[in-house]
């Protein structure tokens, strides 16, 4: 009986962790310069990546590659986070209607993804992500500079410079998914270390609207459960 399983999802910019137990889950987040959290055995950890790995040792033969992942119409060349999510949407997200899925998951780079209710992969889109965005304006200009504070702004213009650069960002990321996203066709999900707060910007229906920020690492662990038939 499988008691504790640790999980590890390297990222662009962080590390995203989760355990396993009794049938319960736990989530977080670590940057990449901190030290390996307590606890974790790096022997017996499942992993994946899509950013540089970290500064500790892995076991190769714990890593989970997108060709793992059994989905149709699913390239291995996708970044093992989005067919992760595909996984997991498919699995845990309600769809008696068997309506499309768009997966938007808000990292460095937001990804979108679109499947049927029968998990083939129909495509999708990436767009750079909220912090991307940011700091190219500030790496790219002489007198933008990210903003402090990540409130949303209610007005459409602003004088303030930092409140127009959020908004602007913050139009561009969620004008995309409006485009993309038909209520009446899709149930979209949100995900990602900035689906929470850029979530509220949505406005469409949000009877299909479903935000869940771990929805990647929940794909890793149904994929290792199912794996060992646990589930």
């Not at 137990?21 to 670590?30: D, G, I, L, M, P």
């Not at 974790?40 to 190769?60: C, E, M, R, T, Y």
């Not at 038909?182 to 979530?199: A, E, R, V």
Request: proline residues 4%.
């Amino acid at each position: 009986m499988v008691l504790d399983i640790n999980f590890l999802l390297v990222g662009n910019s962080r590390l995203h962790w989760a355990k396993y137990s009794k049938n319960q889950s736990k989530f977080f987040h670590t940057k990449k310069e901190e030290k390996v959290p307590d606890n974790i055995d790096l022997d017996q950890l499942i992993w994946a990546s899509v950013g540089k790995l970290p500064n500790f040792l892995l076991n190769k033969e714990n890593e989970i590659k997108t060709k793992d992942i059994q989905l149709s119409n699913l390239p291995d060349y996708f970044g093992i986070d989005r067919a992760l999510a595909c996984l997991s949407a498919l699995k845990i997200i309600e769809n008696p209607f068997k309506k499309d899925l768009l997966i938007a998951d808000f990292g460095t780079i937001l990804s979108i993804t679109k499947l049927n209710s029968n998990g083939s992969i129909i495509g999708g889109q990436l767009i750079p992500g909220f912090l991307t965005q940011l700091k190219s304006m500030e790496q790219n200009t002489k007198n933008l500079k990210v903003p402090k504070k990540y409130e949303i702004p209610t007005k459409d213009f602003l004088i303030n410079t930092e409140e127009a650069i959020l908004k602007g960002v913050i139009n561009s990321l969620t004008s995309v998914i409006k485009n993309s996203f038909n209520p009446k066709k899709d149930i979209l999900i949100t995900c990602g270390g900035d689906s929470q707060f850029l979530t509220k910007s949505l406005e469409a229906n949000k009877k299909n609207i479903i935000n869940a920020p771990n929805l990647v690492m929940e794909g890793m662990i149904i994929h290792h459960l199912s794996l060992k038939q646990l589930i």
